[in-house]
């Protein structure tokens, strides 16, 4: 299952919503979209999965404004834009800037893939998607390391940076999975809608005093490890 926000990284569309959602949940599920071809096609990048991310989080912005919060150049960010857009992710705001500067905003709370249930035609898009969500993920943890000093001491004692070594089947990791997300759809408290403005300080539908906060959830094998053959029960 690759799932990417707010993942550019959230909870499947099967764990979308708690045993007795609220009109809030489920509006929000509506908003979330899976993935086809040709969307894995344009997403299978890990920046692009960063624009898109940055749209997700902080509500509309311009090429300008992503470029400078990404570190690329204005024209790199116009051109990974318009490709969400002709992917059907995100979509201009007409009337909004200036006729030099378009802004651009994402259509969806989270986007989905789940490689169990895919056509046979998406196994190599989505396993380039795959990838590309995983290189975004790191990065943004990378982003994160570099911050850490910088946090309140309320927020640093609480953060977790955490890795465990487990011998699982796959059917074990997509147990654990699902139970994993289910707990996360139980404090999602609105999270995932952007706010309706980039200088927005808080979330529509979050509790008050709360902060966006990144919860990544992975789970692969050892790199370099020799594969068993697998038997579930």
Not at 130 to 142: H, I, N, S
Not at 162 to 174: E, H, K, M, N
Request: glycine share 6%; with cysteine.
């Amino acid at each position: 299952m690759a799932v990417s926000s707010v993942a550019s990284v959230a909870s499947p569309a099967s764990s979308a919503a708690s045993a007795d959602p609220s009109d809030r949940d489920i509006e929000s599920s509506e908003r979330d979209i899976e993935l086809d071809t040709a969307a894995l096609r344009v997403l299978a990048h890990p920046l692009r999965l960063n624009v898109l991310t940055l749209l997700r989080e902080r509500g509309p912005s311009t090429a300008t404004r992503i470029a400078k919060e990404l570190g690329i150049n204005p024209g790199a960010a116009s051109y990974h834009l318009r490709r969400l857009a002709s992917g059907g992710l995100i979509v201009d705001e007409p009337g909004r800037g200036t006729g030099r500067e378009r802004w651009w905003k994402s259509l969806h709370r989270q986007s989905i893939h789940d490689p169990a249930t895919a056509p046979t035609e998406q196994r190599e898009p989505g396993r380039a998607y795959t990838q590309a969500v995983a290189v975004a993920a790191a990065d943004r943890l990378r982003r994160a390391a570099q911050e850490v000093a910088l946090l309140p001491q309320e927020w640093l004692d609480v953060a977790v940076y955490s890795d465990f070594l487990l011998c699982l089947t796959p059917g074990d990791v997509d147990r654990m999975r699902s139970e994993l997300f289910e707990v996360i759809a139980r404090y999602r408290h609105g999270a995932g809608e952007a706010p309706e403005v980039p200088e927005a300080s808080e979330v529509r539908g979050a509790p008050e005093g709360s902060s966006p906060i990144v919860l990544q959830v992975q789970a692969f094998p050892v790199p370099g490890a020799g594969l068993r053959p697998t038997v579930d029960a």
